[in-house]
């Protein structure tokens, strides 16, 4: 299944945001992360703070994983500033056999 990589890069005022959302925030997550389809998902960090999120996952297809990003609270509600979708390869992974 393909893996894609969510990055999201926080707005002015978004520390109050993101406490307010963030139950929401993992509740959409918590289908994918049921089913063993979250791969990572945490905060992009600048000296100990949030300053936006990263959150890797498997989706069917590129309409799927937009899907996924376009419902997250923390694009919905204007958390992130910015945000990109990339289609990404586990290397790794596959050379360790973890995954195919």
């Given amino acids: 299944m393909p893996l894609f990589a969510l990055v999201g890069r926080d707005a002015p005022g978004a520390p109050e ?34 300053v936006g999120s990263l959150v890797v996952f498997e989706a069917e297809d590129l309409a799927a994983a937009r899907a996924v990003a376009a419902r997250d609270p923390y694009v919905v509600h204007g958390i ?18 973890d995954r195919t």
């Fill in 17 to 50: 945001l993101r406490r307010q959302h963030r139950p929401a925030h993992l509740e959409n997550l918590r289908p994918l992360a049921r089913a063993g389809r979250v791969r990572f998902a945490g905060p992009l960090l600048e000296h100990g703070a949030p």
């Fill in 80 to 97: 992130f500033a910015s945000h990109e979708l990339r289609e990404t390869l586990d290397v790794l992974g596959e050379l360790m056999g």
